[in-house]
Structure formats: C-alpha cells, structure tokens
C-alpha cells in the first residue's frame, strides 16, 4: 500500500494536468456555489450588428429548408458540390458549420483536405479532389478546394509557373465536365476586408479556443494581403464561367454571411419539400421481463455538473 506521503505526492502530481486542474477549479466553485471561468476575447465578438434573436430565428428557419432540400437531394439522386473559398478568417468554416448541422451526415460530408502527401503530388492534380466527389443523393462541402492552385499555392510558390498556368487552363474544363455529368456546382467566394480580418486574427492570439486557426500560414498571409488580392483577380477572369460562376459572399458580417449563403444556395437548387409524414410509433412493449444489473457493478460518469 502507498503511504500518505505518496498518496499526496500523487495528488499535486494530478493537479499539475490540465484535466485535474479543471477538476480543482471546479470544487473551489463548489465551496462559492458557483463556477468562474476566465473570459477571454471572442472572434465574433461585436462583429455583426444583427440582434441575437432574429439571427438565431432566421438560422433555424434555413436550416429546417436545407433538411427539406436533402431528403428532395436522396429521394432525386442529386449530386452537390459547394465550394468554399476565401480568404483567412473569412469566415468560411463557420458557415460551413451552419450548412451541415442539421443534416444527415451520411448524406453530406465536409471535405478538408491537408498538404498532399508525396505521392499525391505526382497525380493528376484534380485527381484527388475527384476521390471525394459525390454520389447519387449526397451533398459534398469542400473547405478550399482545388482553387488552392490559383491562392496559396501560387502565390506562395508551392507550385511552379507551368503548374499554374496549367490548372488556370484546365479548371473550367474540369468543372464544365462536372455539370455536364449532372452534378450541381456552386463556388462561393468570402470577401472580407484587410481591417476586419486583422481584428479576427488578433482576437485569435488571445483565444485559446481559437488560436489553433492562426497557422504559420496566416501569419505569412497577412504580409501578402495584394497578392492574394492579384490572384483572385486572375482566377476569377479565368474561371468565372456561365456554367460555373463564382458568387461573392460579404463577410465582414459573419452572421449575415452565413444568412445571405444559406439563403443564396437554397434559391439556387430547385428542391421540393419532400419531408416525410410524422410517424405515429406504437406502445411499447412493456419491460416486465427485464431487471437492470445492479448499480454497483457499473462505471458511471461522476455528476460533475
């Protein structure tokens, strides 16, 4: 058996964790009656000047219409791929967010993804965004997609001068190839100013929940602020085409851009209401037969709260 010299030894080496030092605060708030956490400075904070309740009314309003437009989506065999594209702290993933939240996760998925490995840089460069594709009734909702070409990777020179002018040629190709195969093709752009986006990314350096968004490549971005803007310009008289056009989304508000997208992208697709009839579910069966082990024989997750 330990000793009570080791059993405290043990406790001030439990306190040092992070998951122990919450647990600590938490019975010193037991003792005042009440919890006390450390405000810090929100990214959203005192950026959108709609009132709480009507854009949470809205939201829920739009987002009972994209759970209408994804059973139209699976009962049709719809193919959708949306596109998100904007500059850093645009504010893209929380809309995003907001898009998928109330749907089926089988049918919608979001595709983020990370620096290609070596053997993916030897693809065709669409190759592996193809992999992810949609099928028939399922909704695809790509955080930067393969326009990284014409951005970051051409402006910080992660490809070469052919590469790029390649991809400039090839895109609106690709992309008439998707409609043409059927598949519905939306590319939102997020436009935020430099102003704004400085506000967010310093209110990142001192959110913890958040500071994990300010990358390396962020950092280096905001020193490249008319670059980016040269190859937007450049992408989009390249890639702005009537079977694929790009939509500007303003986003210095965030809870208006997610309101006008989400709007926007429901008026662009011609789905019906084709929500099922509420289920009248029958009695349940009666638990008679059944008795519950006994309540010291199991794990039970402490109440905490």
Known sequence: MRSEQDNGNSLNEEVESPIAALKAKHKLGKKKKKLHFKKHTSEGEGSSKLPKKFYEKELAKLQLELVKMQYWVKFTGTRIVILFEGRDAAGKGGTIKRIAEPLNP?????????????????????????????????IVLFDRSWYNRAGVEQ?????????????????????????????????????????????????????????????PMDIES????????KAKDVMFAHTHTPESPWFTVEADDKKRARLNCIYHLLNKIPYE??????LELSPRKSADNYIRPPRQEQFFVPQTY
């Open 273 to 278: 209401d084709m929500t099922p009839e509420p």
């Open 222 to 229: 905001r020193e490249r602020w008319i670059e980016y803007s």
């Open 106 to 138: 089988r049918g919608c998925r979001v595709v983020a993804l990370s620096t290609p490995s070596d053997r993916e840089k030897t693809e065709w460069y669409f190759q592996r965004y193809v992999a992810h594709l949609p099928a028939a009734g399922e």
């Open 155 to 215: 402006v910080m020179g992660f490809c070469t001068d052919e590469q790029y002018r390649q991809f400039i040629q090839d895109c609106p190709q690709f992309e008439r190839m998707l409609v043409r195969e059927g598949i519905i093709l939306l590319k939102y752009w997020f436009s935020v100013s430099d102003a704004e986006q400085e506000r967010r990314f310093q209110s990142r350096t001192t959110d913890p929940a958040r500071r994990w968004k300010l990358s």
